[in-house]
């Protein structure tokens, strides 16, 4: 018998149909993943952002089933991928920034990341503190363009604090729900990542710049 990764309410023993609802719940990132890319029309960012929604389907299919630590840590390493990758492409997308300069966004994002770990938030406080810095800067813009863009982060940001609260609490609501509320963070965070797709895919297309191509 291997040793399981026992991280979920929903887990009891070992075994690949161990989390049949944190299973089967990332086929909402499968969805999203579809749905961004028929969305995209040709962006190529868009097609990006898919593929790597695609990639959290699939690491995070696997760590559920198979309960390991590597595949625990490909499910980690494939959302900070697309949350860096974001990083990267939104100051491009949204404020014209040249390529190089806003590759500095990854960087800084782990730095915040480093900051949030100490209060034991890691990857995703950051990822949630992003979106209401996107959210600021947008609705701070003098661009109308841009700042029309500001609820929409706003929205997502609420969302996600939504589901990082249902993931926090997985453990604790054991009690009354023997299945956890892990799932749920599933369901909503591929939401969160066609939210943040879409809102990229349309100001390409809104755009006279096609993408992360064009620049």
């Given amino acids: ?47 990006l952002l898919a593929l790597l929604i695609g990639l959290v389907f699939l690491a995070s299919t696997t760590f559920h089933l198979l309960a390991t630590r590597w595949a625990g840590a490909a499910d980690s390493l494939v ?23 806003a590759w500095l966004g990854p960087p800084a994002f782990l730095a915040l990341t480093a900051v949030t770990a100490l209060l034991d938030g890691g990857l995703y406080l950051s990822a949630l503190i992003g979106l209401g810095v996107f959210a600021v800067i947008l609705g701070f813009s003098a661009d109308a363009e841009r700042r029309a863009f500001w609820p929409w982060f706003a929205v997502t940001g609420a969302i996600f604090a939504l589901s990082l609260s249902l993931r926090t609490v997985d453990h604790d609501a054991c009690v009354l729900l023997p299945s956890g509320t892990h799932f749920l963070w599933h369901l909503l965070n591929g939401l969160v990542l066609y939210l943040v797709s879409v809102a990229m895919i349309r100001k390409n297309q809104e755009s006279p710049l096609t993408g992360a191509e064009s620049r």
């Fill in 1 to 47: 018998m291997y040793t399981y990764v026992d991280g979920y309410c929903e887990r009891v023993a070992p075994g690949i149909w161990g989390e049949p609802l944190n299973s089967l719940s990332n086929l909402a990132f499968l969805v999203a993943a579809v749905l961004v890319w028929r969305r995209a029309r040709g962006d190529r960012t868009g097609r």
């Fill in 79 to 101: 959302i900070l991928v697309f949350v860096l990758c974001y990083a990267a492409l939104f100051p491009q997308v949204f404020f014209d920034v040249n390529r190089r300069l």
